[in-house]
């Protein structure tokens, strides 16, 4: 089974090898049928020095600490 990604931005840096990506997930309002943009945030390791601002794609990993498991893959 492939792992999930998602692209999104970072938003802090401020950990040591550990970044927090916000990822835009749009979702159709059932009642109005408006799209509404959710925003998440993942901590991702960081082993390529992604900097605040750079776009990256993240990859589900097994956990590698108590709220880390995701990985940065690539800087986009």
Do not use: C, L
Not at 39 to 55: D, L, P, S, Y
């Amino acid at each position: 089974m492939p792992k999930k990604t998602f692209v999104g931005k970072v938003i802090s840096d401020k950990m040591q090898k550990t970044v927090v990506v916000a990822v835009e997930m749009p979702k159709k309002d059932p009642m109005y049928g408006k799209m509404v943009r959710n925003t998440r945030k993942f901590k991702a390791h960081n082993e390529i020095n992604a900097v605040i601002g750079n776009t990256v794609t993240i990859e589900e990993s097994k956990p590698i600490s108590r709220f880390k498991n995701w990985v940065v893959k690539e800087i986009n």
